[in-house]
């Protein structure tokens, strides 16, 4: 599976971004799919994730209640809405897939594919 992360960039501390995720090679509606970041000299964090189209929905403490991920099957797509971002929240944002559902949905080696990566930056 190929996936392409878009939607990062530069916003103020309260301010909203939505990361979009498009799967191609194959359809992921019952694969889990998650995002992670990464800052700089830190390790690759857990944020989201949607288990399957069934629903089965998993959040990091640090984002509950401020972001949201959400799948458009029909899309082959997965999205994070982030609203009330935080100056904290500045990372690499990577999305990927599994092969299929999983139960630990937490831990990156999980996961078979990942995007390249967009930058978001949470800065006054």
């Known amino acids: 599976v190929q996936l392409q992360a878009y939607g990062g960039g530069l916003v103020q501390p309260g301010g909203s971004l939505r990361l979009s995720c498009a799967a191609s090679?194959?359809?992921?509606?019952?694969?889990?799919m998650g995002w992670f970041r990464q800052a700089p000299g830190k390790e690759r964090e857990f944020v989201a994730a949607s288990r399957d189209r069934n629903g089965g929905l998993f959040y990091a403490d640090s984002v509950k209640g401020r972001f949201t991920i959400s799948r458009d099957n029909a899309k082959n797509t997965v999205y994070l809405q982030m609203n009330s971002l935080k100056p904290e929240d500045t990372a690499v944002y990577y999305c990927?897939?599994?092969?299929?559902?999983?139960?630990?949905?937490?831990?990156?080696?999980?996961?078979?594919?990942w995007g390249q990566g967009t930058q978001v930056t949470v800065s006054s």
């Open positions: 090679g194959r359809t992921v509606s019952w694969s889990t």
């Open positions: 990927a897939v599994a092969l299929n559902r999983l139960i630990d949905v937490r831990t990156h080696s999980n996961y078979a594919d």
